[in-house]
């Protein structure tokens, strides 16, 4: 089910309808908001208006009757008036305007007048300025009379235009109506299906649905209402006439915006949701999940988006030319027409997104990258001095040629040079980190630029000074670890040898004499021991020791030495298994010098590993490589590293009672690498373990000697 679901929902004839719901949708969509537009100036809100009066249509019918009725009573009220400057006077909007005029010729004054005198106050310049302007002051007012009488006339024009408006203003004394009975006052206009009446603070108005409007305000404040003084008046009434055909356009532009408004949506629902499954579907196919290219593909994304572009541009064009307000099918043909071109190539943008090729496929990142390259391959193959003239050379001719984004490319030319100066300070900054003495810090510069190679030289010597400084610091305290173990395993013997030496000076009997003897012979063996061990040890890590290779059967040897070292291994109740192939294990060796160490490995096996345990013996073929492992449990707590054990004059027991001298294991390790071989110690617990690996040989190959 799921699989044949995924088949469905992936074909190609549902993509194809997908595409054709998409590109229909959406050329319906934009129709009916056109539509709703041209019918109604864009105001989609009507759809969800209730009633005329409480819609935008009642303010914007209301308000420039509103304004024109208080501009007449409260601030022109008669040509008379006018012309006398009394509506310069009276209007606070003009009078601002006179002030700011006269400003403009007081500046005018402050500038070019000689006598103007910056040394007096304003108003005495004022006062000079009255005088010698006062001829332009003069013509300044009666322009603005000449202007406000103007704007009077037209504004009682407007008033005589709206049939069925009456009205009714008073200021003071003057009035100003066109009611029948004026003597009555606003009385009448409480008999008309609808009126405003502002009579000083109070405000009235039928019916009382308006003051539920939202943009009530609105007619307050654009009707100069707040301005009102106590006992100013404005009100306006609308009769029969002037509503019926507003109501009804209302009404038929309502229900227009309403369905085309629901007609919308729902085209927008089923855009989006084949929309959705485009963006989802577009490129995969059923057999897999891989995203899938053709043809359009092949498209440069940026010239995508400048055709993208191109289309909406011709769109525009399309409608400003022959106009948007055509028929609704011709807008919809242009719309479907531009649309079945233009979502191919949106998804196609939407393919290389998912492909994350976005950047990557576009035409200036092709052309980028050839250069970049070129200029890399031409950079990395030169010294320092070539790189320097390219970049001098080539930075112009990347302006000249990239002169329609300069702003683009001097950008990048800022960043690369602030990025070389930072990563220049970053190396000068750990250079002196290093001068000062923190030899552990690494110049973090990642790249492989000069600056960065630079930078992995200078990190090369920090790690060879720091490799040093921890060789010499290693190399001083193994001096002192070996002066303190030298002298405490050499005194112990040696102090024993005097003391008997005194006590046997002193002695009468023979018996105890022979005994004092006898121990002062143990010392001395001891001390021999120890002296030739430290004789050996440093033969052997100085390389003087010669070596005759031959080739050494390692079971024998193995098998040899156990069995001279048998009294030794009952007398410890040490159980050895001993495990290797049925054939026999060649390696080239000194036979001597590798028995050598791997005596002092079982010697070390004796003298440390619990007893009564099991000791193990491996040998394993690897290859051209031969494995000795030797594994023991040990008698003491390995509380110390491997690297620290291997070290001379180091015991597994810290109170070093045991016999050892601590140079078995160093001397073993120093014997077999001087034979090209390697030994490593590995501790896990209580469990040693030695790994010996030598180079294999097969019997009969001829001995090199060295």
Known sequence: MATRWKNFSLSLTTKVIAFIIAVVCFSGALTMFINVMITNDGNFKIAFEKDYYLGQDFINDSTQIMRDIADVTTRYQSEEHILKGGSLRDADLTRRETQLRENQLYDEFQLESRRYNPNLTREENYSIFEQEYADRIASLKEQLIKEELAEYRRTLQRLGENQGVYYYGRSDDFVFTNLPDQAAGYSYLQSLPAYIIFDGGSQTVSPTLIKENQRYPQLQILGYVENLGTRDVVSLGFSQEFLAPRIAQWEEVQALAAASLYQMVALLAALGAAFIYLLWAIGRKPEDGEIHLNSIDSIYTDINLLLCFMLIGLWFGIMAVLGIYGPQQFVFLVSLVIAFPGLPLVLALVKHLKNRSLIKHSLIYALFRQLFVFISDVYNSGNVAVKVVLLVIGYPVIVGLTMFMFPVTLGVAAWLALKKVKELNTIKEGVQRVKGGDIHHTIDLPGN??????????????????????????????????????????????????????????????????????????????????????????????????????????????????????????????????????????????????????????????????????????????????TLIIKNISAYELNISAEELMERFQRGDESRSTQGSGLGLSIAKSLVEIQQGSLNIEIDGDLFKAVIQMDSESEGQPIHHS
């Open 449 to 626: 630029g000069e600056l960065a190679r630079l930078a992995a030289d200078i990190n090369s010597i920090t790690d060879g000074l720091n490799q040093a400084v921890a060789s010499e610091v290693k190399s001083e305290r193994l001096k002192s670890e070996l002066i303190s173990n030298v002298s405490h395993d050499i005194r112990t013997p040696l102090t024993s040898i005097i003391t008997y030496v005194d006590l046997l000076k002193q002695e009468t009997d023979p018996a105890q004499a022979a005994e004092y003897v006898e121990i002062i012979e143990q010392k001395s063996q001891r001390l021999k021991i120890l002296t030739d061990d430290l004789f050996e040890a440093t033969k052997a890590s100085s390389g003087n020791i010669p070596v005759h290779y031959e080739t050494v059967d390692m079971v024998a040897l193995i098998n040899q030495g156990l069995g001279e070292l048998d009294d030794k291994l009952q007398e410890r109740r040490l159980e050895f298994k001993f495990s290797h192939p049925e054939e026999k294990m060649y390696v080239r060796a000194d036979g001597r010098l590798l028995w050598r160490a791997i005596e002092n490995l079982l010697l070390n096996v004796l003298k440390y590993a619990l007893e009564g345990s099991r000791v193990y013996i491996d040998i394993v073929a690897g290859g051209p490589r031969t």
